[in-house]
């Protein structure tokens, strides 16, 4: 991944990175269940994050893009359901079975993940500061946890 600083020195050349909201509640319990399920190949970070956002400008995103998951594999960034549908790849079964979405046309996956996104604030709440993980997830994360307060994001 080249053009990222020191911030970024300890990001998996071959592994799958998922950047996720940190202080929203759903995408926290998102990452535990991720964590639990898939293969072990999966790194976290928040997007709000200081190798969040430097992995957000590295992939020509904006460093305030906190509406969707990013997916990177390989060099490229996958949002929104595609983010999702590739995840499931890492998962165990039946959660791998996920996978098959990837059939249902994009726009349609998407109208989906725009709907949760859109409530996932109203419906499963907010944090004040982004998620710091217990001692057994931290080993999965990227970087630093983000400080008490320091968090930032939209307020859908």
């Known amino acids: 991944m080249d053009g990222l600083s020191g911030v970024a020195a300890d990001v998996p050349e071959d592994g799958a990175i998922v950047l996720f909201d940190g202080v929203c509640n759903f995408c926290s319990w998102s990452v535990r269940f991720l964590h639990e399920h898939d293969d072990g190949s999966l790194r976290f970070a928040p997007l709000q994050s200081d190798i969040g956002r430097e992995l957000l400008a590295a992939h020509d995103l904006p460093t305030d893009y906190f509406d969707s998951l990013v997916y990177l594999q390989d060099g490229e960034a996958h949002l929104k359901s595609d983010g999702a549908v590739r995840i499931a790849r890492h ?4 959660w791998r079975w996920l996978r098959w979405f990837r059939y249902v046309p994009r726009p349609v996956r998407d109208a989906g993940y725009d709907v949760l996104g859109r409530v996932r604030y109203r419906v499963f709440g907010k944090r004040e500061a982004c998620m710091v993980p ?5 080993g999965r994360f990227l970087g630093e946890p983000t400080p008490v307060g320091e968090a930032a994001g939209s307020d859908d």
């Open 91 to 94: 998962l165990d079964r039946p």
């Open 134 to 138: 217990d001692a057994d997830l931290r």
